[in-house]
């Protein structure tokens, strides 16, 4: 490796790594405060949070990644120009292709460890992640209540409008729905200005004082003709204590995974066979479906239906005018009824059809999304690297917001794309490179624009073009004939 090379690899190197890291330590810590609400206050041990932290690093890193190479390569090519380094290369015949090439064959070596990374580690990653979220939520009765949403605990169901005190044990507009352990339904329900949560976090029985509310009750009746005139119990109270049991909240496998079959959480291979699979319910189910209702609503079939009930040899008048008004009347209702019972049924089956479609999409723009991570890196490094000769900028000031701008514009792309490519509105193979097509093509104007030594633009042209348009022009004399 010649000493041009070393020098600009060791550059770039030490640089990716410090942005990476630093990248890598604020979206961890963006992870922790979005669920803070789920860890905070839950008496969690140092190993889980660390755990935590370890799952998220893999989730994170298709974000810092590619936005990393991007700032890196744009801060270090930026250095250079601004330095004057890149004008002692070509004065002595040194291409900006030819102090690319290092670079280049360590980015595409990067790209397929990024995919390989894409396919491995990041689906466990989400896999551990997903379910330690899912433990960690069920742990410690009192940050299992959140707030303006009903929240099983036990056998009730509670939502509060408030939570304050330091461990989030005052309530503020409490509803408790209680189930019955004789029938299925809620035949208790508990209205209260304020309460208080007044056992310890570690108790397996919480104590919930009430304050200032209603009590509602259904009577349940073993006779099912005495149910209709079945009395309830309605009081008020001052003060209501509730007992329960909480034992399972508090015995909590943070190992334990409930999911594994989500799409960020499976392999190539495995996300291929869940598309099979999915694939052929779909189809099954949508020709099922299709071939019932031919059966029941075509019109050779409804005309079989109803001509055995009408008589055309001894009377051959339209056989609604046969019927008397009361008769009529009936038979537009009871079609109305049937209709509209269908265009529900229809509209329901349309519903789980749409939603079983945008599964299946969703797993399809999954594996693309393994090679789209490696690619990415490797056409934002083609953006980054010209990017930075043409500006003539190092440091973290301009190439960190020309960076932020160009990522965040693909990012944004990409959530679009894949979002309306799982509703279907185009092929989900579009959804997942429809980011990676666009900024395609700029990476090649920028990396044309730079070998040439042509920036975006000349700005003194630009500007005066612009200026000579508002000039006035100056009147010419006039002719004689």
Known sequence: MKILDRYILTQFIKTFLSVFIVLMFILILQAIWLYIKDIAGKDIDAI???????????VIVPLALPLSILLASIMVFGNMAENYEFAAMKSNGISLQRAMLSLIIVIFSLGITSFIFA????????????????????VKPAMAISENVFNQLGDINIKVSDKSG?????????????KSPRSAGNFKVIKAE????????????????????????????????????SPFVKSYFDVYTLNQDVSALNDVDMDSESVTDDHQMLKINELQT???????????????????????????????RVAKYIDTTTNTSPFFERLSITEQRRSLEDAINKVTQQKYLLRTRKDQLQQELVRLN???????????????????????APLGAIIRKGGMGLPLVIATIFFLTYHFIGIFAEKASAEGAFPAWIGAWLSTAIIFPIGIFLTYRATTDQGFFNINFTFSALLDKFKKKPKLPPTSA
């Open 119 to 138: 396919n491995t580690v990041i689906p466990w990653g989400n896999l551990k992640q997903r379910n330690l979220r899912r433990n960690i939520a069920q």
């Open 166 to 178: 330091e461990k989030g044990e005052f309530l503020t507009d409490v509803i408790i729905h209680q």
């Open 274 to 304: 869940q598309i099979d699979s999915f694939s052929y319910n779909f189809n099954n189910t949508k020709e099922i479906h299709n071939k019932n209702q031919w059966l029941k609503w075509s019109p050779d079939r409804l005309t079989e």
């Open 48 to 58: 889980t949070i660390v755990k935590f932290m370890m799952y998220t690093i893999p």
């Open 194 to 229: 304020k309460g208080e949560l007044k056992s310890s976090l570690k108790s397996d029985v919480i104590q919930l004082v009430l304050y200032n509310g209603n009590y509602y009750e259904d009577l349940f009746v073993d006779k099912p003709q005495k149910r209709a005139s």
């Open 362 to 384: 969703k797993y399809e723009i999954e594996i693309h999304k393994k090679f789209v991570l490696g690619v990415a890196c490797i056409i934002l490094f083609f953006i980054g």
